[in-house]
């Protein structure tokens, strides 16, 4: 298993103009509901930057911003986040406004430099974390974190839950408002931001290692099978890992993917858990531009029946 011969790998093979390709990721990003499921393949990276600092405004919907940091992520496109980092205007007076920032933030942290991650961090901690809103848009907050992992601590918005978690228990036997909202905030405490700074503290453990002392954690984040196996970190590890295979040496990631398909093999797994597993890793190292075993392709084509929308893939057959 390996390659006969070496071919570039590339984040897409651009099959659609530019008008089409804008057309595509315009639709993903503004679409809502009615956009597609997932990043478009096949558009020029340049034009999935043109349509965000074109069409991306500051008082775009937090759904877009979403959106594009998707689009960013499949696409690499950096490039764009000085244009989202101009729509933080510290006047956030809704949940929507500090959503829309927290993504704004995620990118930041995703793409910025070291001076652009340490004032996401810091206008987290100075504007998003004391806001009254942000109590509805604490899923929004968690990633903020995770994304800011190099440049943010979770102290100040851990201190503010706690506040928050103590202020609601004097008054949650007075009514069943008071009762839902510290059982909200208490759990919250107790099981998401926990598992959040476990996630803050693992995400830069593996950032500071060479790719050769974390790829197989990071196949293991990506196929799902690690305990900080949560969406965001699945597309970080699966970002590091495309990286490592454009960037630094290709036939230890292809390496690693073929034995998580012999563990998954080994595992004797039910049928549907199974192909989803085999799917993904299948997928992932002939997106990377290598080539499957005669047994592995026969899991391949087993497999395939399951479906699936992966990040390392292309949507080519």
Do not use: C
Request: proline share 6%; net charge neutral; glycine share 6%.
């Amino acid at each position: 298993m390996g390659t006969a011969s070496v071919r570039e790998i590339s984040i897409t093979l651009v099959r659609y103009s530019k008008p089409e390709g804008a057309q595509r990721i315009r639709g993903f990003i503004f679409g809502g509901a009615y956009g597609p499921p997932r990043v478009p393949r096949g558009i020029d990276p340049e034009v999935v930057s043109a349509v965000i600092r074109e069409d991306l405004k500051p008082d775009s919907s937090p759904g877009g911003y979403e959106k594009a940091l998707e689009a960013m992520r499949f696409y690499e496109r950096g490039d764009v986040v000085p244009h989202m980092m101009a729509a933080l205007t510290s006047k956030e007076t809704d949940a929507s406004d500090v959503s829309r920032s927290a993504y704004i933030l995620q990118a930041a942290g995703d793409f910025g430099t070291e001076e652009i991650s340490h004032r996401a961090a810091q206008y987290l901690d100075a504007t998003l974390v004391p806001n009254p809103a942000t109590l509805d848009a604490l899923p929004q907050m968690l990633e903020a974190l995770v994304a800011l992992s190099l440049s943010a601590s979770p102290a100040k918005f851990g201190q503010r839950i706690q506040n928050e978690t103590a202020k609601n228990a004097e008054s949650r036997n007075a009514s069943e408002e008071g009762m839902r909202n510290y059982e909200r905030l208490a759990s919250f405490q107790r099981n998401d931001l926990r598992k959040t700074v476990s996630t803050m503290d693992n995400r830069k453990r593996l950032a500071s290692l060479q790719p050769d002392y974390r790829r197989a954690e990071l196949v293991q984040i990506y196929l799902g099978q690690s305990p900080f196996s949560t969406a965001q970190m699945e597309t970080w590890a699966a970002r590091l890992l495309r990286a490592e295979a454009m960037t630094y040496a290709r036939e230890p990631v292809y390496a690693e993917f073929a034995r998580a398909m012999d563990i998954i093999a080994a595992q004797k797994l039910p049928e549907t858990p199974s192909n989803i597993l085999t799917l993904r890793a299948a997928q992932a190292i002939l997106y990377l531009q290598g080539t499957l075993s005669p047994q592995h392709k026969a899991m391949y084509e087993k497999a395939k029946k399951v479906g699936g929308m992966n990040f390392l893939w292309d949507d080519l057959g």
